[in-house]
């Protein structure tokens, strides 16, 4: 059964389907701009291509129908994220030195601090990032990927979600 139609214009598989797959209220997508594309790249030669009209795709969005408040939800998870991320990098440099100053600690002991300080960003970013879903009751861009059935076959054909490295 057809899911998707291709725009071939814009590389895309646009959703036929308009029902939110990141919250469980049941609010349709009233707006194509609104669903989340998901990018998918072919890894490798052997694997296959999607040839469509002779032209063919090296990486393709899938459309995944999104409501406008789930949207909404992602672009401030990614703000607050990049907020957080710009505020940790600050503390990556300041607390190592910080250490070294106050407690005299060796080069050592400041590389253990470095480390730590970045294990400790990750984790508050990736905290943050799963507190807000989680109170607004929606799933990540990924794991609505990952839920979507066309995602899912292009993964079984050998495509992927990173970007393959050059
Ligand atoms: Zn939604």
Redesign the pocket.
């Known amino acids: 059964m057809e899911t998707h139609t291709l725009n071939e214009a814009r590389k895309r598989l646009e959703p036929l389907s308009t029902q939110?797959?990141?919250?469980s209220?049941g609010?349709h997508?009233s707006n194509m701009e609104d669903n989340r594309f998901s990018p998918v790249y072919r890894i490798q030669d052997r694997t296959n291509l999607l040839v469509y009209r002779n032209v063919k795709f090296n990486e393709i969005q899938i459309g995944i129908p999104?409501?406008?408040?789930?949207r909404k939800?992602h672009s401030n998870v990614k703000l607050a994220s990049d907020i957080a991320i710009f505020f940790g990098v600050l503390l990556v440099f300041i607390i190592p030195v910080a250490f070294a100053i106050i407690f005299n600690t060796s080069t050592f002991g400041m590389i253990v601090m470095l480390i730590v300080t970045v294990g400790l960003v990750y984790l508050g970013v990736r905290a943050l990032e799963k507190g807000i879903l989680s109170a607004c009751k929606?799933i990540s861009e990924k794991d609505g990927a990952l839920e979507e059935p066309l995602v899912r076959e292009f993964l079984k054909n050998g495509w992927s979600l990173d970007r393959p490295r050059a």
């Not at 939110?20 to 919250?23: D, G, I, Q, R, S």
């Not at 999104?66 to 789930?70: I, L, S």
């Open positions: 939110c797959a990141f919250c209220t609010t997508s999104r409501c406008e408040r789930c939800v929606v």
